[in-house]
């Protein structure tokens, strides 16, 4: 488990990968990679998008914030961590209610229905990191050749995000 940072210090992105890191160890994403892979490209796309919300879109958001989000997203959902373990590691209320909401929740809901709640909350840097996430999913490395559902899901859903982010005042791609 992630050593505590230092007391009253932040923690950094280095942190945040140490711990999904730790949390992931020994999983395979769908694409039969280690784990980390995914979340880092997912990471690297989110920063890319935070860094252009605030730098050319003037929008307030903390890129080093989403990057940690991105590197914690699937760490409720596919290991035993919980948000007191996030707490418990110093990452800060608004990472953590990021990772909240981009965790899929424990009833069964329809995908569609967890973008429309994923928008619904407002929260930009979530939005941020389901993009990335959706666009890193629509990789053809990650969908089986056969599943076009998919392929369609993780379109839409991309559509659905970016014009919320649009919406958002978010000029990228």
């Not at 230092?6 to 784990?35: N, R, Y």
């Not at 035993?80 to 899929?104: E, S």
């Given at each position: 488990?992630?050593?505590?940072?230092?007391?009253?210090?932040?923690?950094?992105?280095?942190?945040?990968?140490?711990?999904?890191?730790?949390?992931?160890?020994?999983?395979?994403?769908?694409?039969g990679e280690p784990c980390m892979r995914h979340l880092e490209?997912?990471?690297?796309?989110?920063?890319?998008?935070?860094?252009?919300?605030?730098?050319?879109?003037?929008?307030?958001?903390?890129?080093?914030?989403?990057?940690?989000?991105?590197?914690?997203?699937?760490?409720?959902?596919?290991?035993?961590?919980?948000?007191?373990?996030?707490?418990?590691?110093?990452?800060?209320?608004?990472?953590?209610?990021?990772?909240?909401?981009?965790?899929?929740?424990?009833?069964?809901?329809?995908?569609?229905?967890?973008?429309?709640?994923?928008?619904?909350?407002?929260?930009?840097?979530?939005?941020?990191?389901?993009?990335?996430?959706?666009?890193?999913?629509?990789?053809?490395?990650?969908?089986?050749?056969?599943?076009?559902?998919?392929?369609?899901?993780?379109?839409?859903?991309?559509?659905?995000?970016?014009?919320?982010?649009?919406?958002?005042?978010?000029?990228?791609?």
């Amino acid at each position: 488990m992630l050593a505590h940072p230092v007391e009253g210090s932040v923690p950094t992105i280095f942190d945040a990968h140490t711990f999904a890191l730790t949390a992931h160890a020994g999983q395979l994403d769908k694409g039969g990679e280690p784990c980390m892979r995914h979340l880092e490209r997912v990471a690297n796309a989110a920063l890319a998008r935070a860094g252009h919300a605030r730098l050319v879109d003037g929008l307030d958001i903390d890129p080093m914030r989403v990057m940690q989000a991105a590197l914690l997203h699937d760490v409720l959902e596919d290991t035993p961590r919980t948000p007191a373990d996030l707490r418990a590691a110093g990452f800060g209320p608004d990472v953590i209610r990021t990772v909240l909401i981009l965790t899929k929740p424990q009833a069964r809901v329809a995908y569609s229905e967890r973008i429309a709640s994923l928008i619904e909350a407002g929260d930009f840097a979530a939005i941020l990191v389901k993009m990335s996430d959706t666009e890193d999913n629509l990789c053809p490395s990650r969908i089986p050749p056969n599943a076009t559902f998919l392929r369609e899901r993780y379109a839409t859903a991309f559509a659905r995000l970016k014009e919320a982010a649009t919406a958002a005042g978010y000029t990228g791609r």
